[in-house]
């Protein structure tokens, strides 16, 4: 009858289509099935039921992945033991001794004496001729990159370990990106440390043996800026006048009065200075650097100057108020530049 109606040729093409319909439905059918299968609801049921099921498989099989990359851990680790020396110590957690950790294993030789003043390294007393000679031997490395133009290094750091809240590492990261934008406006250098070169100088006190080592390994900088990790620029067009310090060796925010009459403790701040790379500069820091080794120094130093300086708190000797009294108490030689 359809035949009769629609014509011969055209009955045979939707019964062509219609056998298509079918292998399309028959593919999808088969395609949900073996999903259901993957994915852990191979029993038919109601929806509430699937979902059950689904979370049950991918339950029990990030369980079985952690316990099967644990096995393999394990496997390794075994076979690294028999591959050793069976006379060497294993590390088992039962037999790990917690106060081993806590102690520094130090020899008698690496131990600080306290009846020697601290020493960020050996004295040096002619770094401007070696660096002036230096400078001539490597004209591609200039301490001056343009007129009035000193090649500059800006150093910050912070800890190798996370901040506890991460608040902390978010400003930290906007921080550090806001001096690296800022170095990339001006042509400065930005040199970014993660680590403690000396143990006895932890805290405030860590930048010293960073700068003294800058410094010496860098001899075509001429001036060294240091930046806490928490202070940042606002003013990202700010160029500074380096005519204005020509003649300076430290360039360091503070009151002339509130340093040398008052004697305040924040007369000054060592947060964000400028050091000209010389021998000016190595003597300074050799002058600074004895009051901050950790322990009884440090201690008694912070006593000292709870008492000689303006409103200080009680509290261990930190680097800004060694600076405050270094310049006090020995001006003739450090004030001038």
Not at 23 to 33: D, I, K, M, R
Not at 106 to 130: F, H, T, V
Not at 146 to 163: A, D, E, F, Q, W
Not at 324 to 333: C, G, I, K, N
């Amino acid at each position: 009858m359809i035949g009769k109606c629609l014509g011969a040729q055209r009955c045979r093409k939707i019964h062509r289509t219609l056998r298509r319909c079918k292998v399309t439905v028959f593919c999808f059918v088969l395609t949900v099935v073996v999903l259901r299968g993957t994915i852990g609801a191979g029993k038919f049921g109601t929806p509430e039921q699937d979902f059950v099921e689904i979370r049950d498989h991918f339950y029990f099989r990030r369980r079985a992945e952690t316990h099967r990359v644990l096995e393999e851990v394990h496997t390794t680790s075994s076979d690294n033991e028999v591959a050793s020396d069976t006379n060497a110590e294993t590390n088992n957690y039962n037999d790990f001794e917690l106060n081993k950790a806590l102690v520094d294993e130090e020899s008698d030789d690496s131990k600080l004496d306290a009846d020697k003043p601290y020493s960020l390294g050996p004295k040096i007393s002619d770094w401007d001729k070696q660096r002036s000679e230096w400078l001539k031997e490597n004209p591609d490395y200039p301490n001056f990159i343009g007129p009035n133009k000193p090649r500059v290094l800006l150093v910050t750091g912070s800890s190798p370990k996370p901040c506890e809240n991460p608040v902390c590492d978010h400003y930290l990261l906007k921080s550090t990106k806001n001096k690296i934008d800022y170095c990339r406006l001006h042509g400065i250098e930005i040199f970014y440390n993660m680590a403690l070169l000396d143990a006895e100088m932890a805290g405030f006190w860590a930048k010293l043996p960073l700068i003294r080592t800058l410094l010496l390994s860098h001899p075509e900088v001429e001036f060294l800026w240091w930046m806490d990790s928490d202070a940042m620029f606002t003013d990202m067009a700010f160029e500074i006048p380096w005519e204005r310090y020509k003649d300076s060796n430290l360039v360091m925010h503070g009151w002339n009065e509130r340093v040398y009459d008052q004697k305040n403790w924040i007369g000054l701040n060592t947060g964000s200075f400028l050091l000209r790379n010389g021998q000016w500069a190595l003597d300074l820091l050799d002058a600074w650097a004895p009051m901050g080794p950790k322990g009884k120094i440090r201690d008694e130093a912070g006593k000292v100057w709870t008492r000689e300086l303006k409103n200080r708190p009680v509290f261990e000797a930190d680097d800004q108020s060694a600076m405050v009294y270094l310049l006090a108490t020995q001006r003739e030689q450090w004030g001038d530049k």
